[in-house]
């Protein structure tokens, strides 16, 4: 017999364990691995999606194209319907296109 908090306790008051089994856990970790996502909160998705529009704004203004495009890209795949971000890689997809053109009219031999 233990006290525990001042009363008698026997075997029957041991804590349970709470849970899934060790060998389920383990067995989803295998099977699952990375493929196990918890999904995110809209909160958190919102914020993300602004950073990203931010940042993104910022290599557009320093002229970091590919930088830029990343986090339009970044911020596209967490809000598909939303329109700036698709506007926006399409305008750097333009600028891009427009250097290219003009370095292989230059620099062509």
């Known amino acids: 017999m233990k006290y525990i908090d001042g009363v008698v306790k026997d075997e029957f008051a041991k804590p349970k ?6 060998e389920f ?4 970790a295998e099977e699952g691995g990375d493929a196990i996502k918890v999904k995110k909160l809209q909160p958190e998705i919102d914020a993300s999606y ?9 290599f557009l203004f320093e002229k970091d194209y590919q930088n830029a495009m990343d986090h ?4 596209l795949k967490l809000k598909p319907n939303e329109e700036e971000p ?24």
């Open 86 to 109: 698709a506007k926006k890689i399409e305008k750097i997809k333009s600028i891009l296109s427009s250097i290219e053109e003009l370095h292989k009219s230059q620099f062509s031999n």
């Open 25 to 28: 856990l383990n067995l989803i």
């Open 72 to 75: 339009f890209s970044s911020a």
């Open 17 to 22: 364990r709470v849970g899934y089994p060790q």
């Open 50 to 58: 602004s950073e990203n529009i931010k940042k993104g704004n910022e």
